[in-house]
């Protein structure tokens, strides 16, 4: 699909890179930095790594389930820092439009669009930057006991799209989000084995994920629902950029290379975490 056809007049909701809207999101930024200040009193470093000028891949780590209240944060810092006409798109799981299409409407004001490689690339072709979260629902309901890992879910697509592109990637890691709710487990498989018995999906989805968490406004709850952040200090960080060595479809096109490149960004991400995780708790 090229752009020419992404733009056309017959809109597709998520097949669109026409209806980010700036204004809407200056409207947005005082309750953005009201939780930024005073909810979340966020702690950011890091952000001299993203060029003023050009396009990256943004490459973050999902955390503290459908709230996901760090990447609400970084979001802020992105749009305060840069303004909110440097064009940078979000990737979105195809999910979202069937489930609420009036929230998915919205978040395609904000730069959301369709997670899918032709819509990645087309925002790329008109010079924009794209932030992908590869661990979707696996990472942001991860066990607490896990909130200190990198989990990128083996999706490697963000790699393709990175040699493809010759753009470099940059990590955006964080501590704290994954205590605005505590993730107890995850009863998937058996939720699964109720649904091959008969019990259907909500919406006909499967979810990949079916969490037991503690958090507002539920409580104690069970599925991936969604929730309001507990008021927990969030430390973000951009990382240096990664690049390899070979770029270009070839690049993509070798899955051993693929692996190896997709090895090395969880290690590199890790490793950033690690220290995030020592600079957090020396300071506190």
Not at 180 to 201: A, R, S
Not at 222 to 250: A, S, W
Not at 257 to 267: D, K, M, S, T
């Amino acid at each position: 699909m090229s752009n020419q056809v992404i733009n056309t007049s017959s809109y597709v909701p998520g097949w669109s890179l026409t209806e980010r809207d700036p204004q809407f999101i200056e409207l947005l930024m005082p309750v953005w930095e009201w939780f930024y200040r005073y909810y979340f009193q966020v702690k950011t470093d890091g952000w001299h790594h993203i060029p003023t000028q050009g396009k990256v891949l943004l490459v973050g780590s999902h955390n503290g389930g459908m709230a996901s209240p760090d990447l609400v944060m970084m979001m802020y810092d992105w749009f305060y820092r840069f303004g909110t006409k440097r064009l940078v798109y979000g990737l979105m799981h195809p999910y979202a439009w069937q489930v609420s299409p009036k929230i998915a409407e919205l978040a395609q004001k904000i730069g959301a669009i369709i997670a899918h490689p032709k819509m990645a690339s087309a925002a790329f072709d008109m010079g924009a930057s794209v932030l992908v979260y590869p661990g979707g629902q696996y990472d942001m309901f991860r066990p607490h006991s896990q909130r200190h890992k990198i989990h990128l879910a083996g999706h490697k697509g963000f790699i393709k799209l990175a040699l493809k592109q010759e753009v470099p990637i940059i990590p955006l890691i964080s501590v704290g989000a994954h205590d605005t709710l505590i993730v107890l487990c995850d009863c998937y498989d058996l939720v699964k084995q109720l649904n091959e018995w008969g019990l259907p999906w909500f919406y006909q989805i499967d979810p990949g994920v079916f969490p037991i968490y503690l958090g507002l406004p539920w409580g104690l709850s069970i599925g991936p629902l969604p929730n309001i952040p507990l008021p927990v200090q969030i430390h973000t960080r951009v990382c240096n950029p990664i690049t390899f060595e070979r770029y270009g479809k070839d690049a993509a096109r070798d899955r051993n290379y693929v692996n190896a490149c997709y090895e090395l960004v969880q290690i590199k991400m890790q490793q950033e975490l690690d220290k995030l995780v020592r600079d957090t708790y020396k300071s506190t």
